[in-house]
Nanobody
């Protein structure tokens, strides 16, 4: 009963910027790792960036230096600032979160995925 809603996708020219946001809602006790994945046309889904609850980050080599992942624990959100965008960045971007939820008297940790938001880089 956790939903992740991505927003901020769109069409931009090469060299432009976009900021993606993902908000988690539902019966959330806490969120551990959060991440952004992407899936280009005809390609498999790949990890773009990840951030721990403490703020440690990890980036794919292809986006390092151009993308920045951040989070606001109070708002249960994670963002991806994308600069110097390239055509090869075109993909559907998905938010993922490892979330602690309550089911009855139990607390359970599970991964949740957003529905995805389209990012298109084209002249």
């Amino acid at each position: 009963q956790v939903q992740l809603l991505e927003s901020g996708g769109g069409l931009v020219q090469p060299g432009g910027s976009l900021r993606l946001s993902c908000a988690a809602s539902g019966t959330i006790l806490s969120i551990n790792d959060m991440a952004w994945y992407r899936q280009g046309p005809g390609k498999e889904r790949e990890l773009v960036a990840a951030i721990t609850s403490g703020g440690s980050t990890n980036y794919a080599d292809s986006v390092k230096g151009r993308f920045t992942i951040s989070r606001d624990n109070a708002k249960n959100t994670v963002c991806l600032q994308m600069n110097s965008l390239k055509p090869e960045d075109t993909a559907v971007y998905y938010c993922k979160a490892d979330v602690w939820t309550r089911t009855g008297i139990a607390a359970t940790r599970a991964g949740y995925w957003g529905q995805g938001t389209q990012v298109t880089i084209s002249s």
